[in-house]
């Protein structure tokens, strides 16, 4: 397993769960148009800050910003945003499930 491929195997894995989680959720406003109809979970919000942390290089900390606590709460008010270790944590458990399947 080649460590410098890991962001790139993950954001692989990650379009290729998008289709897969999301392909059963979609909603047709038109033959040109397909937009995900997504449902909010804390799974699901850990999830995307750890791809976000990981595609974009972002530190676990931005979560942190009081600007991105007003926007969590404005969308989904009483969100619980997790703590940066936890972010860490969640990257991990990723990289340790995506690399079972990169070594298929």
Known sequence: LNTADGTSNLCKYMDICDACFCGS????????AITPSLQYSEAA???????RCAKHHYLFNFVLNEEYQKEVEMLHP???IPLPITISHD???LYIE???HVKE
């Open 25 to 32: 959720q979609l909603t047709t406003s038109s033959k040109s």
């Open 45 to 51: 919000h850990h999830a995307l800050i750890a791809l």
């Open 78 to 80: 009483g969100t619980k």
């Open 91 to 93: 990257i991990h458990a």
């Open 98 to 100: 995506f690399s079972k």
